[in-house]
């Protein structure tokens, strides 16, 4: 099975397969399971400070001695500080959410470090490629978290046909057909998120993991459409609640607040009812937790068996 491609290369990865950076879900534990097995790891960074930070970033350094990557939130009140601590240590890969980095590149361009922003637009991915970004991942409205309006089925091409640099995809994918989707359509590689939250090795509480494996097909809902912020969660007491407060016209302000501390809640705590279950479309095809490596093992496997397939289609 050779897989190595020019997104490979530049990441200096086996597989292209990137695990999504997760805030409060992907730790340096999961990050460096996936980077161990050929993929490419992603600490979440959320809103954490930039000492907590450095805590994960020297624990992956610790349990891996691939590329990892760290994933930036924009909206975080500790982003500059955090993107110093990235210049820093001279983290390998950096993708950024939820907001355009631009102003940030120029750095991270001058010590070598690969900068991949996550869009969900067109127009956002060719703004970025002009500033010299490295690849895009173009984010579908099937992933979990905050996420746009476009399905990765629509936006992927389009915005494939817009840039010359490789996009990887995101959204929806959890399997080797979803794989071989994404490649069908002009992507390099997949970023997948949802699927590696059900993993042994992810440390989110085994609450939220088992709320995955029960979900169905339309168990993932989004909310905050009305704030300008939507965010897809699991459906539950929390996502009703806060449904019934956006119908009733609460402010941004209120919802917000709301809002706040609710991913914590659920990834760490546990608590499944009244936190934010985070999660993509694609829970409902997810139906075990499993070593990160029989997942890459499956995801690849999965791929190869779907291109064959597809292969002895004849018209
Ligand atoms: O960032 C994500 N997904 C996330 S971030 C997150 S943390 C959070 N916690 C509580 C409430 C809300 C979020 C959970 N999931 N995905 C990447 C992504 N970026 N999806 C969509 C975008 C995006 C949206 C608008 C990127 C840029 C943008 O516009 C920027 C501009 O200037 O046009």
Same mark, same amino acid.
């Given at each position: 099975?050779?897989?190595?491609?020019?997104?490979?290369?530049?990441?200096?990865?086996?597989?292209?397969?990137?695990?999504?950076?997760?805030?409060?879900?992907?730790?340096?534990?999961?990050?460096?399971?996936?980077?161990? *097995?050929? %993929?490419?790891?992603?600490? =979440?960074? $959320?809103?954490?400070? #930039?000492? +907590? !930070?450095?805590?994960?970033?020297?624990?992956?350094?610790?349990?891996?001695?691939?590329?990892?990557?760290?994933?930036?939130?924009?909206?975080?009140?500790?982003?500059?500080?955090?993107?110093?601590?990235?210049?820093?240590?001279?983290?390998?890969?950096?993708?950024?959410?939820?907001?355009?980095?631009?102003?940030?590149?120029?750095?991270?361009?001058?010590?070598?470090?690969?900068?991949?922003?996550?869009?969900?637009?067109?127009?956002?991915?060719?703004?970025?490629?002009?500033?010299?970004?490295?690849?895009?991942?173009?984010?579908?409205?099937?992933?979990?978290?905050?996420?746009?309006?476009?399905?990765?089925?629509?936006?992927?091409?389009?915005?494939?046909?817009?840039?010359?640099?490789?996009?990887? *995809?995101? %959204?929806?994918?959890?399997? =080797?057909? $979803?794989?071989?989707? #994404?490649? +069908? !359509?002009?992507?390099?590689?997949?970023?997948?998120?949802?699927?590696?939250?059900?993993?042994?090795?992810?440390?989110?509480?085994?609450?939220?993991?088992?709320?995955?494996?029960?979900?169905?097909?339309?168990?993932?809902?989004?909310?905050?459409?009305?704030?300008?912020?939507?965010?897809?969660?699991?459906?539950?007491?929390?996502?009703?609640?806060?449904?019934?407060?956006?119908?009733?016209?609460?402010?941004?302000?209120?919802?917000?607040?709301?809002?706040?501390?609710?991913?914590?809640?659920?990834?760490?705590?546990?608590?499944?009812?009244?936190?934010?279950?985070?999660?993509?479309?694609?829970?409902?095809?997810?139906?075990?937790?499993?070593?990160?490596?029989?997942?890459?093992?499956?995801?690849?496997?999965?791929?190869?068996?779907?291109?064959?397939?597809?292969?002895?289609?004849?018209?």
């Amino acid at each position: 099975m050779t897989t190595e491609n020019s997104i490979c290369s530049v990441l200096g990865i086996k597989y292209p397969i990137l695990q999504g950076g997760m805030a409060w879900v992907a730790t340096a534990e999961l990050a460096a399971a996936v980077s161990n *097995a050929g %993929g490419l790891g992603i600490i =979440g960074a $959320g809103h954490m400070p #930039a000492e +907590a !930070l450095k805590v994960e970033v020297l624990k992956a350094k610790q349990l891996t001695k691939k590329p990892f990557g760290v994933n930036v939130m924009l909206m975080s009140p500790h982003v500059k500080e955090v993107i110093n601590l990235l210049l820093e240590e001279k983290v390998a890969v950096i993708t950024t959410g939820a907001g355009n980095p631009g102003e940030y590149i120029p750095a991270f361009k001058a010590i070598g470090t690969k900068v991949i922003p996550v869009v969900a637009s067109v127009a956002l991915a060719k703004r970025l490629a002009r500033l010299g970004v490295d690849a895009l991942i173009a984010e579908g409205t099937e992933s979990g978290g905050h996420v746009g309006e476009l399905t990765t089925m629509c936006l992927l091409p389009q915005i494939v046909d817009a840039v010359d640099i490789p996009v990887i *995809a995101a %959204g929806g994918i959890a399997d =080797g057909r $979803g794989m071989a989707a #994404a490649l +069908a !359509l002009g992507a390099q590689a997949v970023q997948i998120g949802t699927r590696f939250v059900v993993s042994n090795e992810c440390t989110a509480h085994e609450e939220y993991k088992k709320a995955i494996i029960k979900a169905k097909d339309r168990s993932a809902v989004m909310t905050g459409a009305s704030t300008g912020h939507p965010v897809r969660v699991l459906e539950n007491q929390l996502a009703r609640e806060f449904m019934t407060m956006e119908r009733n016209g609460a402010t941004v302000e209120e919802l917000d607040a709301f809002g706040a501390g609710k991913l914590k809640l659920a990834a760490r705590d546990g608590e499944v009812r009244l936190g934010s279950v985070m999660a993509g479309q694609c829970s409902g095809m997810l139906n075990e937790i499993k070593p990160v490596a029989e997942i890459i093992e499956d995801l690849m496997t999965g791929l190869v068996n779907t291109i064959d397939r597809l292969k002895k289609i004849h018209f």
